[in-house]
């Protein structure tokens, strides 16, 4: 291994919280069964998709049940985006099953659900587990965004494990990568295969959850590492007085981190592409909005500002978002021959086919971004958002209309009586960034390492229960570990039938920004305050070691949610 940092070192004895019915009992917990559940809507459909695991009830680790595991041989994927955390999920895990049986064996299967397909894997021992505790990045096992989702994968999958004798896995991974861990625990039962699948809620965009996921893992650490950054630049800029800085914040669909982010720090501005969608806002109204908060704060001379933007908006502007599905589809239909054509090609092709009103969208917009739209497309022919530099657009289309009020106030200052008439020229001056990937592999939190591991361990107690078609669930975060509770929740209860690709598909319901919820609400309260004035919260860097009220905090978010 390469040296290892100070930190890291010191990090590897840190000993993660769990919930209180693991440190009496380990794994052998009774799970309590509650009501029968539901999927969230189109309840007929998806119990016909999924026979043998809808309706089944939720379960909480109540009590020491007594019983003799034999050696259960797991394998274990990490899939989608890196998230901190996922490291000490499988750590988690690991200790999980050796607690439940020492001679248990656990498969790291390699680069997300390709492994799991190519069985490629390496076996998870204690040595190799420990190097990896409390650290951040997926490198144990690496990910991959390879779907796992048509019947003859699961066919390869069900012959890997027999192959190896895995009778459980456990899939880490975000809202696309559980829908496919309930498809695939539905054939595992259907074709009798005896594998156990347990999901884990990951992601640092914070959009999978709902009453029993409170959070997904990542989102902590993650607004975190963002504010840090943001509170330095607050800083730089309350400081040199002289640039408004545009700072784009990942999150593929959903606004949480921005809103996050915005609730640490208190920006002049922050888009919400919820509340952009909600009130159907043109990208025009939201560039004067803007641009009416930029002339007012120079008019009282602060040249200065803060802007956070989500990385989804441009797909929740209507015109824009109409715009993209045109050529999403347009594109799609026609691969080969599109990605044939040379730049000004691409142009001309898209030009002569979009209908009007999205062409008038597209010209709206500086080239950089109509080239930005026709670029690569995800591997179902998407537009690939976090690409697209909203950011820049955004100062330029400011820059374009300052330019246009200066000549307006120039023209009037030639008509001015005397020099107190005149107005001043708004100066203007953009510094752009992107804060995804700077916080996507950071060491996890205290809050991330003790869920994180938590959740692993929630995972290895619903495999020795028997249980498949589970996400782990590991719930009242706000509060202190000592009171936290474990438990697991059927992958059907979070599904719905949605409109992808041409067809209806059973999918895990996103959880965007809830407008009516706590909060975006305190988010609502005080922005007009943090836009006209200096508000701005330097929060500093995440802390590992020192007072609970620095170290143990959760999200804004998440306490509001909960308060
Ligand atoms: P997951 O949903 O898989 O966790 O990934 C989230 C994310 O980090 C988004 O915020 C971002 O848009 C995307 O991944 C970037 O993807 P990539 O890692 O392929 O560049």
Redesign the pocket.
């Given at each position: 291994m390469n040296q290892i940092s100070p930190l890291q070192q010191a990090r590897y004895d840190y000993q993660p919280k769990l919930p209180p019915v693991f440190l009496e009992c380990g794994p052998f917990a009774a799970a309590r069964s509650g009501e029968e559940t539901c999927s969230v809507s189109d309840q007929k459909q998806i119990k016909a998709l999924f026979p043998d695991t809808y309706g089944l009830p939720a379960v909480t680790f109540v009590r020491r049940s007594v019983f003799d595991c034999p050696p259960i041989k797991a394998g274990v994927i990490l899939?989608?985006?890196?998230?901190p955390g996922g490291h000490n999920v499988i750590a988690g895990l690991f200790d999980g099953l050796k607690a439940l049986n020492p001679d248990s064996e656990l498969f790291g299967f390699l680069g997300g659900p390709s492994g799991l397909i190519d069985n490629k894997y390496i076996m998870l021992n204690e040595g190799l587990v420990d190097q990896y505790r409390n650290t951040g990045g997926f490198d144990m096992i690496c990910?991959g965004?390879t779907k796992l989702e048509k019947d003859e994968q699961f066919a390869q999958v069900a012959r890997n494990c027999a192959q190896h004798g895995i009778k459980a896995i456990v899939i880490i991974?975000?809202?696309?990568?559980n829908t496919n861990a309930c498809a695939l625990a539905q054939y595992m039962l259907s074709h009798q295969t005896g594998v156990q699948v347990i999901g884990c809620p990951?992601?640092?965009?914070g959009?999978?959850k709902n009453a029993w996921i409170e959070v997904?893992f990542?989102f902590d650490t993650?607004t975190k590492v963002y504010s840090e950054l943001i509170g330095n630049i607050m800083r730089d800029a309350n400081s040199a007085r002289k640039y408004w800085h545009f700072i784009k914040l990942?999150?593929?669909?959903a606004s949480h981190?921005a809103l996050e982010c915005a609730l640490q720090t208190h920006p002049n501005i922050c888009l919400i592409s919820e509340e952009v969608e909600k009130k159907g806002m043109s990208l025009d109204q939201i560039v004067d909005e803007m641009t009416a908060l930029v002339v007012s704060r120079a008019d009282r001379k602060m040249k200065y500002g803060v802007v956070l933007i989500p990385?989804?908006l441009i797909e929740f502007i209507p015109e824009s978002k109409v715009l993209i599905a045109e050529l999403n589809d347009f594109i799609g239909k026609d691969k080969e021959t599109f990605d044939g054509l040379t730049s000004d090609g691409k142009m001309e092709y898209v030009v002569k086919r979009l209908s009007q009103a999205s062409l008038k969208a597209f010209e709206s917009m500086p080239l950089m971004i109509r080239k930005q739209l026709l670029a690569d497309r995800?591997p179902h022919g998407n537009v690939?958002?976090?690409r697209i530099e909203t950011e820049k657009m955004l100062a330029m289309l400011i820059e374009e209309r300052l330019a246009g009020i200066n000549g307006i106030r120039a023209e009037n200052n030639k008509k001015a009586q005397n020099e107190s008439g005149k107005e001043k020229p708004v100066e203007f001056s953009a510094q752009t960034h992107f804060f995804?990937?700077e916080g996507?592999c950071a060491a996890p939190s205290n809050f991330d390492a003790d869920y994180c591991y938590s959740l692993g361990y929630t995972a290895a107690a619903l495999i020795g229960a028997g249980k498949t078609g589970f996400m782990a669930s590991v719930r009242y975060l706000s509060c202190p570990a000592a009171e936290w509770e474990a438990g697991g929740i059927p992958l059907t209860m979070m599904m719905n039938m949605e409109h992808r690709h041409g067809k209806d598909v059973p999918v895990i319901k996103k959880a965007l920004v809830e407008l009516s919820g706590k909060p975006f609400q305190a988010f609502a309260e005080h922005r007009q305050a943090w836009g006209v004035g200096t508000e701005y919260v330097y929060p500093g860097p995440i802390q590992y070691f020192g007072p609970s009220a620095v170290c143990d905090q959760t999200t804004v978010t998440l306490r509001l949610e909960q308060a």
């Open positions: 899939s989608g985006g890196q998230a990910s965004r991974g975000g809202d696309d990568s990951k992601t640092i965009d959009d999978l997904s990542g993650a990942m999150g593929r669909s981190i990385e989804g995800d690939q958002v976090s995804g990937y996507r």
